[in-house]
């Protein structure tokens, strides 16, 4: 049987490339058209590249990341495979992760994606659904809440955090461009961020 992390890396992929033609449609608002397009290539090509008896979670993101990053192309490739390939760093070695280990993981991602795209938060961006995703998810662990409790925290708080990108204007990316027209959209990056967290969390509490 496949392992734990390539199962988990197949429910992402699914879930991205189900959500493909939506994902490009929001990018159409706001960019060019593409946002799915190029995320369902990379996944695909994930899927394709994945051993399925690897177990060390570390090895697994870091070859996620890789490929993202020779596959996807756009702002989205590089920083997505940023992502992966901190989120592998972080759980380098581990055949199991722990609530701490994915507080480590989104921290690592987030100051990766940071590094990489020089956005904060509040430019209409995937950070907008990261960040409070990780807080809540911070916020659970300190509260000593189950794992249902703190994972539903963090998928809730970033679905708030896309709402709260139709709020605003983009100032990084191609939305950017738009100015003030950029508002009344949501970001697609935040929310194929947030699909993501979505997937591993239903994965996790299946
Ligand atoms: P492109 O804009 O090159 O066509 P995509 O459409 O695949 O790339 O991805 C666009 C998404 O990338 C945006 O919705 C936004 O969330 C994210 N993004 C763009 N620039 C940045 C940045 N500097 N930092 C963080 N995220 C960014
Ligand atoms: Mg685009
Ligand atoms: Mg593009």
Redesign the pocket.
């Known amino acids: 049987m496949a392992t734990k992390i390539y199962q988990c890396m197949q429910k992402i992929s699914d879930a991205i490339v189900e959500n493909k033609d939506f994902l490009t449609d929001?990018?159409r608002e706001?960019?060019?058209a593409?946002?799915g397009v190029?995320?369902a290539r990379g996944f695909t090509e994930v899927m394709k590249q994945l051993p399925e008896d690897e177990e060390d979670y570390g090895v697994v993101l870091k070859k996620v990341g890789m490929v993202l990053l020779s596959k996807?192309?756009?702002?989205?490739?590089p920083?997505y495979g940023t992502a992966y390939m901190k989120a592998g760093a972080a759980v380098k070695g581990k055949t199991s992760i722990t609530l701490e280990d994915a507080k480590a993981m989104l921290t690592e991602v987030i100051g990766g994606?940071?590094m990489?795209?020089?956005?904060v938060k509040g430019?209409?961006?995937?950070?907008?659904a990261l960040e409070p995703a990780l807080d809540a998810l911070t916020k659970g662990i300190e509260n000593g809440d189950d794992a249902e409790t703190c994972l539903n925290a963090m998928c809730e708080a970033a679905r708030e955090g896309v709402e709260f990108t139709k709020t605003i204007r983009?100032t990084?990316?191609?939305?950017s461009y738009l100015g003030d027209r950029s508002i009344g959209h949501q970001?697609?990056?935040?929310?194929?961020?947030t699909i993501t967290l979505e997937a591993i969390r239903d994965f996790y509490l299946e």
């Open positions: 929001l990018d706001i960019g060019d593409d946002h190029n995320m996807v192309g756009g702002a989205s490739g920083l994606i940071k990489r795209g020089k956005a430019e209409k961006t995937m950070l907008d983009a990084k990316g191609r939305a970001d697609p990056g935040a929310t194929s961020a």
